[in-house]
């Protein structure tokens, strides 16, 4: 085999290597103090008030996202919600104004909101636990990347 085709061999590799690599990049995530998370998104009335509902369960990497159209205070509630979250608010430059942690599912008619106490644009949840294993703090910054 001459020295062009074994490099153009590699190259074919190389790119197919590549190619996993790209299709993980343009799905939906966030990054919040290096960790990376897939998130769904939520975006839409009807998608916002589903939310996490009805989850048995959820992967450690993973969380949802909503994103409103401005910035207001907001509350969540954990009605219908079958494992407990850490509820975090982002203000449009993303950054965080206020946490709940681990906040139990409602299992009770009435379930109580948590708001949000300051203008919030982002709100991310992810499993109970998250923020205090990552150490969050007010004022840290959500990183967003979403597919074109």
Same mark, same amino acid.
């Given at each position: 085999?001459?020295?062009?085709?074994?490099?153009?061999?590699?190259?074919?590799?190389?790119?197919?290597?590549?190619?996993?690599?790209?299709?993980?990049?343009?799905?939906?995530?966030?990054?919040?103090?290096?960790?990376?998370?897939?998130?769904?998104?939520?975006?839409?009335?009807?998608?916002?008030?589903?939310?996490?509902?009805?989850?048995?369960?959820?992967?450690?990497?993973?969380?949802?996202?909503?994103?409103?159209?401005? +910035?207001?205070?907001?509350?969540?509630?954990?009605?219908?919600? !079958?494992?407990? #979250?850490?509820?975090?608010?982002?203000? %449009?430059? $993303?950054?965080?104004?206020?946490?709940?942690?681990?906040?139990?599912?409602?299992?009770?008619? +009435?379930?109580?909101?948590?708001?949000?106490?300051?203008?919030? !644009?982002?709100? #991310?949840?992810?499993?109970?636990?998250? %923020?205090? $294993?990552?150490?969050?703090?007010?004022?840290?910054?959500?990183?967003?990347?979403?597919?074109?």
């Amino acid at each position: 085999m001459t020295g062009q085709i074994k490099r153009g061999l590699l190259a074919l590799a190389l790119l197919a290597t590549a190619v996993p690599m790209v299709a993980c990049s343009t799905e939906p995530n966030v990054v919040l103090r290096s960790e990376r998370f897939s998130v769904e998104i939520a975006d839409t009335p009807d998608a916002q008030r589903l939310g996490l509902m009805f989850r048995e369960s959820m992967p450690d990497d993973h969380g949802m996202l909503f994103i409103f159209d401005g +910035e207001a205070q907001r509350g969540f509630w954990m009605k219908n919600t !079958k494992i407990s #979250l850490d509820i975090l608010y982002f203000d %449009a430059d $993303r950054k965080l104004v206020y946490l709940h942690e681990n906040v139990p599912p409602c299992t009770t008619p +009435e379930c109580p909101s948590y708001p949000s106490h300051h203008p919030s !644009k982002y709100v #991310l949840e992810l499993n109970a636990g998250t %923020a205090k $294993r990552l150490g969050v703090e007010r004022g840290d910054v959500l990183e967003i990347n979403l597919p074109p």
